[in-house]
């Protein structure tokens, strides 16, 4: 290739580069009453990269959202399209295209995952755009009220009961939790032991791991040197999997006395478990067997384009909140005119924080001051591959 | 000036002060992985200052790079004049340990990560104005810096350590004194880096600073010319904004193109876009066009 | 004591991992002067398709460990002539440039399995072929089929190697073109066939390694060459670069003291510390332990 070419190939890509950087989306003209021809709800979200494969199935709710919403007759009349924005794991993708979001979107889904909510988040809070990070934990949400809601309450309040019920069914005395070194895992893993020490069962130690664990043996014989009868397992879904294989090797045989938390529900957890898991209990929000029609819809759904697979827990988060932008825009009168841009953002968030008897796809919940509040959670037993309701706890 | 822009020049600037970071020890041929771990310290240790202990951003920004500066330089001590595999092996694991020592300090929120660090000056544009502005004077003043250096006999000194080790000694380079000076100054870029990296986030994540980033600035110079200090400047935006423009359907395979870009550049094009031989031609270019100018003003 | 021992175990059979892909990597470093930093996501790629052939063949395993040496091989011979265009020096170990165009190849594959197989999810070896077989169990000791195959396996491939590279024509063919092209040509040594012997036995053994690893872990992920590459290095540079032996060594060494050191510490610490175990002894040893043998 000659150097001229080169040269201008990298000259054209560095302007191609500042352009795109600092593009702008034109501007609507305006109309009474809603003026846009779609609404577009843009969603942050990790598609390429280590959880890339949580980022399609979180994706995949949101567009399947889209998708009976438009079979309905879309919002206010007219059609909403989820756009994919793909930051991978990196803030430093985040922060430029929440840039971008911020000049023209009412309200954002996403980020995902922390990192890049961390990143980039302030910059909707900055400029007073709700942005719906669905997967977190009320301790990152919160830092960025009142243009962010939780999905989930405190974690101090909604884990104790969990494993306190737990701990109780499966009358264990001494629990050992296998805790992974990310996020906001170390506090939800504190607040299992606020629980076990409501059902008088003892902690009796944690054992923590980093991501870049491949082989558990060393682990597992450490936790089971503490002579528990209970497991608590709150790490990454595929390790948790190996984990209890590997309590399985060790002569592990009451699989109802392991305990696996609700981040370790996702597909890596059976696709890497298998007949493993059978007869372990396992807590998260969503009852897979429920009989409401949209859930099942839902469910068919999602079964056919995965290859069989139930949906994963936070497969639901984002079909959620994008019916909760529907009702939200509908509630408000919202038109989508650019030069209302800033009050119908603050309508629409103001309205999403405090938003009463939301028909959620499973069940209906309120929100209270961004903290959504009568939601269940289950304890399943894992068999083949399929959560079995145990028991609904309710707060 | 629209925030996304904003945050792509911010960034940018990261990427080509930490790219120097990772050239200036290259040019003794040595991949001086402990950058990202100066990042990572200088960065944690100034949020812990300015959100813990009420110190200003300026104090705790000097006081990064001084901290960047002194790991430096006291790994220097030991790793001047070592062989690459170790310079790369004292990387790897001062990564490792920085990472788990933070992940264990309720002090700087452990896992969690450090939220809303304050702005550096008044409002939030302000704020970004001022880094922005800080960033080039700094990429500015680093890398005339590095001109100096390259054009100075220390700099040829290093290109014969490049070349060959053995015969610069037997040339009378110091090669252990010629290693700590380039490993203190890039870990003292690294470490004002880390800290501006927060700032610019407004937060700290132990996966902001990640092997992953290794990999990006190694893609930077290798692809822009790890010869010259010239093709990081190039390569920097040209591959961040890469990753920007890509429509949908192919940014998802982003990764394979930045790796593939990459292969062909080393296979292609070895020395990257911006060779030695490119950069030495545009500088005469420009000195001859001074020199008639200075002669000839009017250009009779 | 039990502790000890099951630990002990353990860090044996974490310890067989580093063994088999740092002799993986030994071996390109000896015939081919090639750092292939990213050969654990080579080793990884193939574990995928012995994986995708067992589910469309019924869990015949015989095909998927032919699949396995196969894809390896193919790799090789693919990436192979790519670091030597690049290297300075034919004759000289280039940490450098090779270093980077193996995090260019790692980071193609590692995305490529992200996107092309389960959706990028892990991936589970069926019984047929993972050694989750328990051989001894005695409380907290349990020794499982696969690590026992991964150990002997890994240590007869070391033996069979060395023997190979250091006692016969063949080896010292392949290490003469490594070391001297133009010197194993002037002798009659065929380099274009050597050459492409030398990387299809890497091949083999890389597509043989994935089969072991494969029994020994039961599972893989796309991510999971990156986990380990670090430490493969590491072990590698720690025994002295080509150093079959030290190689072995070096990396049961390594697996059993991050195995004591998750067991009776913190498995969060285990990293650093092994680092920081590593990298005094590279101070004092810039060689490597056992020396560099290229």
Same mark, same amino acid.
Not at chain 1, 34 to 59: H, K
Not at chain 1, 314 to 325: E, P, R
Not at chain 1, 371 to 390: A, H, M
Not at chain 2, 91 to 111: C, D, H, M, P, Q
């Given at each position: 290739m000659s150097k001229k070419l080169m040269a201008l190939l990298a000259a054209l890509l560095l302007v191609a580069s500042f352009a795109m950087a600092a593009g702008e989306k034109e501007a609507a003209p305006a109309a009474a009453g809603v003026v846009v021809d779609q609404w577009e709800i843009p969603f942050l979200n990790s598609l390429t990269g280590a959880i890339a494969s949580i980022g399609e199935y979180l994706q995949w709710g949101a567009e399947r959202a889209a998708f009976e919403i438009n079979q309905a007759g879309g919002i206010a009349g007219k059609p909403v399209k989820v756009i994919g924005v793909d930051t991978a794991l990196e803030p430093q993708l985040g922060v430029v295209e929440m840039g971008k979001i911020v000049n023209w979107a009412l309200v954002a889904l996403g980020p995902v995952p922390e990192p890049v909510i961390m990143a980039a988040a302030p910059i909707a809070v900055e400029n007073e755009m709700m942005t719906m990070t669905a997967t977190t934990s009320l301790e990152y949400a919160e830092r960025f009220f009142p243009w962010s809601i939780s999905w989930f309450p405190a974690t101090a309040d909604r884990l104790p009961p969990l494993a306190t019920e737990w701990a109780k069914m499966a009358g264990v005395k001494r629990v050992v939790q296998f805790v992974g070194v990310y996020g906001p895992w170390p506090g939800m893993a504190a607040a299992h032991v606020d629980g076990l020490k409501a059902a008088g069962a003892a902690h009796v130690g944690d054992v923590e791991f980093n991501v870049d664990a491949v082989t558990f043996g060393p682990l597992v014989v450490r936790a089971l040197d503490m002579k528990p009868d209970g497991i608590i397992l709150a790490c990454w879904p595929d390790k948790a999997a190996k984990i209890v294989q590997e309590l399985k090797n060790r002569g592990w045989t009451d699989m109802n006395k392991i305990l696996l938390f609700s981040s370790a529900d996702d597909a890596a957890?059976?696709?890497? *478990? *298998? =007949? =493993?898991?059978?007869?372990? /209990? /396992?807590?998260?929000? /969503?009852?897979?067997?429920?009989? !409401?029609? !949209?859930? /099942? =819809?839902f469910k068919e759904a999602y079964s056919r384009d995965h290859n069989g697979l139930q949906p994963p827990s936070l497969s639901t988060n984002y079909y959620d909140a994008v019916y909760m932008i529907k009702r939200a825009i509908e509630e408000t009168g919202v038109t989508g005119d650019p030069r209302k841009l800033k009050e119908e953002r603050k309508a629409i968030a103001a309205y999403m924080f405090n938003m009463k008897n939301f028909e959620g796809l499973l069940f209906n919940w309120d929100m209270s001051n961004g903290i959504p509040t009568n939601k269940p959670t289950y304890l399943f037993e894992i068999q083949d591959g399929r959560k079995k309701l145990v028991k609904e706890i309710r707060p | 000036m629209s925030l996304a822009l904003y945050y792509f020049l911010a960034i940018t600037a990261i990427y080509i002060l930490m790219s120097w970071g990772l050239y200036l020890p290259y040019r003794v041929a040595h991949l001086h992985f402990l950058t990202v771990a100066n990042m990572l310290i200088s960065g944690y240790l100034a949020g812990f200052l300015v959100q813990n202990l009420g110190f200003s951003f300026w104090i705790a920004l000097i006081l990064g790079f001084a901290a960047g500066g002194i790991l430096g330089y006291l790994i220097s001590l030991f790793i001047g004049d070592a062989p690459t595999f170790t310079v790369v092996i004292v990387g790897f694991t001062f990564i490792y340990v920085s990472r788990t020592v933070v992940e264990n300090l309720k002090a700087v929120g452990g896992t969690m990560g450090m939220f809303g660090l304050p702005t550096v000056a008044g409002t939030p544009s302000t704020h970004r104005t001022v880094l922005l502005i800080l960033l080039y004077v700094l990429v500015v003043v680093v890398g005339f810096l590095i001109y100096r250096f390259e054009h100075s006999r220390l700099g040829r000194a290093a290109s014969a350590v490049f070349v060959d080790k053995d015969l610069a000694t037997s040339l009378g380079v110091d090669i252990k004194r010629m290693g700590r000076l380039v490993q203190t100054f890039s870990s003292l870029i690294a470490g004002g880096c880390g800290v501006l990296y927060g700032f610019i986030y407004r937060s700290y994540h132990l996966d902001f600073f990640t092997f992953h980033l290794v990999g990006i600035f190694m893609t930077v110079i290798f692809v822009g010319g790890y010869a010259t200090m010239w093709g990081t400047v190039i390569a920097a935006p040209a591959l961040y904004g890469l990753t920007l423009i890509l429509p949908t359907e192919v940014a998802s395979? &982003?990764?394979?193109?930045?790796? $593939?870009?990459?292969? $062909?550049?080393?296979?292609? %094009?070895?020395?990257?876009?911006?060779?030695? #031989?490119? $950069?030495? #031609?545009?500088?005469? $270019?420009? +000195? &001859? %066009? #001074? %020199? #008639?100018?200075? +002669?000839?003003? %009017?250009?009779? | 004591m039990q502790v000890f021992i099951a630990q002990v175990i353990n860090g044996l059979s974490l310890g067989s991992i580093y063994v088999l892909l740092a002799t993986g990597f030994n071996l390109l470093l000896i015939v081919a002067m090639i750092i292939h930093f990213a050969y654990p996501q080579v080793v990884v790629f193939s574990m995928y398709i012995a994986w995708v052939v067992l589910r469309y063949t019924n869990d015949n395993v015989v095909l998927a460990v032919l699949a396995a040496i196969g894809s390896s091989i193919l790799l090789n011979l693919v990436s192979a002539p790519l670091f030597q265009k690049i290297m300075k020096n034919r004759e000289e170990v280039d940490i450098n440039t090779t270093m980077v165009l193996s995090l260019g190849i790692g980071m193609i594959i590692t995305d490529i399995l992200s996107h092309g197989f389960n959706k990028g999810l892990p991936i589970a070896f069926p019984e047929a072929l993972a050694g989750t077989r328990p051989l001894l169990r005695v409380g907290l000791i349990s020794i499982l089929s696969g690590q026992v195959s991964s150990l002997l396996v890994g240590v007869v491939a070391v033996s069979g190697i060395f023997l190979l590279l250091y006692k016969t024509r063949a080896g010292r063919a392949f290490r003469a073109i490594a070391e001297d092209p133009a010197g194993a040509r002037l002798v009659g040594i065929p380099i274009v066939r050597t050459g492409l012997e030398s990387y299809a036995l890497s091949g083999i053994l890389g597509g043989l390694i994935a089969v072991l690893l494969a029994m020994l872990l039961g599972y893989t992920s796309p991510g999971l060459g990156e986990l380990v590459a670090h430490k493969v290095l590491a072990v590698s540079i720690i025994a002295g670069l080509g150093n079959l032996v030290g190689g072995l060594v070096v990396g049961l060494a390594l697996g059993i003291l991050e195995a004591l050191v998750q067991g009776y510490i913190s498995g969060s610490w285990s990293n650093a510390i092994a680092f920081v175990v590593m990298l005094v002894v590279m101070l004092f040893r810039p060689r490597g332990l056992f020396g560099i043998k290229l």
């Amino acid at each position: 290739m000659s150097k001229k070419l080169m040269a201008l190939l990298a000259a054209l890509l560095l302007v191609a580069s500042f352009a795109m950087a600092a593009g702008e989306k034109e501007a609507a003209p305006a109309a009474a009453g809603v003026v846009v021809d779609q609404w577009e709800i843009p969603f942050l979200n990790s598609l390429t990269g280590a959880i890339a494969s949580i980022g399609e199935y979180l994706q995949w709710g949101a567009e399947r959202a889209a998708f009976e919403i438009n079979q309905a007759g879309g919002i206010a009349g007219k059609p909403v399209k989820v756009i994919g924005v793909d930051t991978a794991l990196e803030p430093q993708l985040g922060v430029v295209e929440m840039g971008k979001i911020v000049n023209w979107a009412l309200v954002a889904l996403g980020p995902v995952p922390e990192p890049v909510i961390m990143a980039a988040a302030p910059i909707a809070v900055e400029n007073e755009m709700m942005t719906m990070t669905a997967t977190t934990s009320l301790e990152y949400a919160e830092r960025f009220f009142p243009w962010s809601i939780s999905w989930f309450p405190a974690t101090a309040d909604r884990l104790p009961p969990l494993a306190t019920e737990w701990a109780k069914m499966a009358g264990v005395k001494r629990v050992v939790q296998f805790v992974g070194v990310y996020g906001p895992w170390p506090g939800m893993a504190a607040a299992h032991v606020d629980g076990l020490k409501a059902a008088g069962a003892a902690h009796v130690g944690d054992v923590e791991f980093n991501v870049d664990a491949v082989t558990f043996g060393p682990l597992v014989v450490r936790a089971l040197d503490m002579k528990p009868d209970g497991i608590i397992l709150a790490c990454w879904p595929d390790k948790a999997a190996k984990i209890v294989q590997e309590l399985k090797n060790r002569g592990w045989t009451d699989m109802n006395k392991i305990l696996l938390f609700s981040s370790a529900d996702d597909a890596a957890l059976y696709t890497t *478990g *298998g =007949a =493993a898991l059978n007869g372990t /209990i /396992i807590y998260n929000y /969503i009852n897979v067997d429920t009989d !409401r029609p !949209r859930w /099942i =819809a839902f469910k068919e759904a999602y079964s056919r384009d995965h290859n069989g697979l139930q949906p994963p827990s936070l497969s639901t988060n984002y079909y959620d909140a994008v019916y909760m932008i529907k009702r939200a825009i509908e509630e408000t009168g919202v038109t989508g005119d650019p030069r209302k841009l800033k009050e119908e953002r603050k309508a629409i968030a103001a309205y999403m924080f405090n938003m009463k008897n939301f028909e959620g796809l499973l069940f209906n919940w309120d929100m209270s001051n961004g903290i959504p509040t009568n939601k269940p959670t289950y304890l399943f037993e894992i068999q083949d591959g399929r959560k079995k309701l145990v028991k609904e706890i309710r707060p | 000036m629209s925030l996304a822009l904003y945050y792509f020049l911010a960034i940018t600037a990261i990427y080509i002060l930490m790219s120097w970071g990772l050239y200036l020890p290259y040019r003794v041929a040595h991949l001086h992985f402990l950058t990202v771990a100066n990042m990572l310290i200088s960065g944690y240790l100034a949020g812990f200052l300015v959100q813990n202990l009420g110190f200003s951003f300026w104090i705790a920004l000097i006081l990064g790079f001084a901290a960047g500066g002194i790991l430096g330089y006291l790994i220097s001590l030991f790793i001047g004049d070592a062989p690459t595999f170790t310079v790369v092996i004292v990387g790897f694991t001062f990564i490792y340990v920085s990472r788990t020592v933070v992940e264990n300090l309720k002090a700087v929120g452990g896992t969690m990560g450090m939220f809303g660090l304050p702005t550096v000056a008044g409002t939030p544009s302000t704020h970004r104005t001022v880094l922005l502005i800080l960033l080039y004077v700094l990429v500015v003043v680093v890398g005339f810096l590095i001109y100096r250096f390259e054009h100075s006999r220390l700099g040829r000194a290093a290109s014969a350590v490049f070349v060959d080790k053995d015969l610069a000694t037997s040339l009378g380079v110091d090669i252990k004194r010629m290693g700590r000076l380039v490993q203190t100054f890039s870990s003292l870029i690294a470490g004002g880096c880390g800290v501006l990296y927060g700032f610019i986030y407004r937060s700290y994540h132990l996966d902001f600073f990640t092997f992953h980033l290794v990999g990006i600035f190694m893609t930077v110079i290798f692809v822009g010319g790890y010869a010259t200090m010239w093709g990081t400047v190039i390569a920097a935006p040209a591959l961040y904004g890469l990753t920007l423009i890509l429509p949908t359907e192919v940014a998802s395979w &982003r990764i394979v193109i930045y790796g $593939a870009i990459l292969i $062909a550049v080393l296979v292609l %094009k070895p020395e990257g876009f911006i060779t030695r #031989r490119l $950069a030495y #031609r545009v500088e005469n $270019a420009l +000195t &001859r %066009k #001074r %020199k #008639r100018h200075i +002669t000839d003003p %009017k250009g009779d | 004591m039990q502790v000890f021992i099951a630990q002990v175990i353990n860090g044996l059979s974490l310890g067989s991992i580093y063994v088999l892909l740092a002799t993986g990597f030994n071996l390109l470093l000896i015939v081919a002067m090639i750092i292939h930093f990213a050969y654990p996501q080579v080793v990884v790629f193939s574990m995928y398709i012995a994986w995708v052939v067992l589910r469309y063949t019924n869990d015949n395993v015989v095909l998927a460990v032919l699949a396995a040496i196969g894809s390896s091989i193919l790799l090789n011979l693919v990436s192979a002539p790519l670091f030597q265009k690049i290297m300075k020096n034919r004759e000289e170990v280039d940490i450098n440039t090779t270093m980077v165009l193996s995090l260019g190849i790692g980071m193609i594959i590692t995305d490529i399995l992200s996107h092309g197989f389960n959706k990028g999810l892990p991936i589970a070896f069926p019984e047929a072929l993972a050694g989750t077989r328990p051989l001894l169990r005695v409380g907290l000791i349990s020794i499982l089929s696969g690590q026992v195959s991964s150990l002997l396996v890994g240590v007869v491939a070391v033996s069979g190697i060395f023997l190979l590279l250091y006692k016969t024509r063949a080896g010292r063919a392949f290490r003469a073109i490594a070391e001297d092209p133009a010197g194993a040509r002037l002798v009659g040594i065929p380099i274009v066939r050597t050459g492409l012997e030398s990387y299809a036995l890497s091949g083999i053994l890389g597509g043989l390694i994935a089969v072991l690893l494969a029994m020994l872990l039961g599972y893989t992920s796309p991510g999971l060459g990156e986990l380990v590459a670090h430490k493969v290095l590491a072990v590698s540079i720690i025994a002295g670069l080509g150093n079959l032996v030290g190689g072995l060594v070096v990396g049961l060494a390594l697996g059993i003291l991050e195995a004591l050191v998750q067991g009776y510490i913190s498995g969060s610490w285990s990293n650093a510390i092994a680092f920081v175990v590593m990298l005094v002894v590279m101070l004092f040893r810039p060689r490597g332990l056992f020396g560099i043998k290229l």
